[in-house]
């Protein structure tokens, strides 16, 4: 897994274009564990070397401490623009990282001064400790699962 800040976002979105994707799994686990829960969030992207397939990109996220997923009011899991990723410091946790599939008006066009913005903006934002992603094998995805025809079709 690469660690994912503000910093490395860049090479994440070297490789990968998130404009069209889709948010194909979301799980939360331990919310109420003493650090924090931990998220998983599977995104459908498209490799940018190659243009096509999609391919699902996981990102896991430690110490979560706030997110806002609002399925149905609005975000319905499409991703119209790439993810942005801010650092900000939170008076009651510190300093977090937040990772947010909803900029208002896309990356580069806004940048949000603080996590209050974010929050306030966002229909789908995760802040975390330590954030990470990876790719995962097409099978990962339902969605690209429930696509690709089994080994044995003819």
Not at 24 to 38: K, L, Q
Not at 120 to 146: D, H, I, K, N, T
Request: net charge negative; with cysteine.
């Amino acid at each position: 897994m690469s660690l994912l800040t503000p910093e490395t976002l860049g090479d994440l979105l070297a490789e990968y274009d998130f404009d069209n994707g889709c948010v194909t799994r979301v799980s939360i686990d331990d919310p109420f564990a003493p650090g924090g829960a931990t998220a998983r969030i599977v995104v459908d992207a498209r490799d940018r070397e190659h243009g096509w397939p999609w391919t699902p990109v996981e990102f896991r996220l430690t110490g979560l401490r706030d997110y806002r997923l609002e399925h149905g009011k609005g975000f319905s899991g499409m991703l119209y623009f790439d993810p942005v990723v801010a650092r900000f410091s939170d008076e009651t946790h510190g300093e977090l990282l937040y990772l947010d599939f909803d900029p208002v008006d896309g990356p580069g066009q806004y940048e949000p001064v603080d996590a209050v913005d974010v929050v306030g903006r966002s229909q789908c934002f995760f802040a975390a400790e330590q954030m990470s992603w990876q790719v995962l094998p097409p099978e990962e995805s339902p969605r690209l699962a429930a696509a690709t025809p089994p080994a044995d079709f003819e």
